[in-house]
């Protein structure tokens, strides 16, 4: 059993795709709480509606963003999880966060990493004029979106793309990567050495 926090400060959708997996049956696995730094944040009102442990802090608050992470990383450990999984958190989390947290911490990016990190990676992708974007999940370090690659999943960019258009085909592959990875992290068959992850593909179903 996968005993997850999921961090989001926005819309939530990709907290709601992993909740979906855990609901059916496929992910082992447990939403102990969701932590955001929005209290508006769409997702914080579905995880209300769902009963989970909601956490809100305010980054600009005591101490500020030291602050913040403290008292955030205080329930955390008050709470208990495997992992930690950012999906949709707009702030960078600090290396005393990650290293005292010490167990994975996890994200999903809106590109094929290490191409167009942070912001607006969709528009990035677009503007650079690639045929290929897509999205990643990958092991959180102290850099913007640096950390160890798990898994990808390739989006070819069409030349009738927009933002928006291009943004929802991602989207809907973000939808199935991330939930997959957690599965296979609650399957234990996900190794990390340094900077290469190895993944047991036992199960043809992860070749989809
Ligand atoms: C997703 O595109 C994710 O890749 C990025 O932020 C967006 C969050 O969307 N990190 P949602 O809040 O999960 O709907």
Redesign the pocket.
């Known amino acids: 059993m996968l005993e997850l926090i999921v961090f989001?400060?926005?819309?939530?959708?990709?907290?709601?795709?992993i909740q979906d997996e855990i609901e059916n049956g496929r992910l082992k696995g447990n939403i102990r709480a969701v932590v955001s730094n929005r209290r508006d944040a769409?997702?914080l009102a579905y995880a209300t509606e769902k009963g989970f442990n909601v956490i809100y802090d305010d980054p600009n608050g005591e101490g500020g963003r030291t602050g913040y992470e403290k008292r955030v990383l205080r329930e955390v450990e008050r709470i208990g999880s495997d992992c930690i999984a950012?999906?949709?958190?707009?702030l960078m989390l600090g290396g005393k966060f990650i290293r005292e947290y010490g167990k994975p911490i996890v994200?999903?990016?809106?590109s094929l990493l290490p191409a167009f990190p942070g912001l607006n990676?969709?528009k990035k992708a677009l503007d650079y004029g690639v045929r290929f974007s897509g999205?990643t999940v990958h092991y959180v370090d102290e850099g913007m979106d640096t950390g160890p690659i798990i898994a990808q999943k390739p989006v070819p960019v069409l030349d009738t793309d927009d933002e928006e258009s291009l943004?929802g085909r991602?989207?809907e592959e973000?939808h199935k990567l991330y939930p997959e990875v957690l599965t296979l992290m609650a399957q234990g068959r996900i190794h990390r050495i340094d900077r290469k992850v190895y993944i047991d593909l036992l199960d043809e179903r992860y070749f989809r």
């Open positions: 989001a400060s926005g819309r939530g959708s990709n907290l709601m795709a769409p997702a950012l999906a949709g958190y707009m994200n999903i990016h809106p990676a969709q999205c943004a991602i989207l973000e």
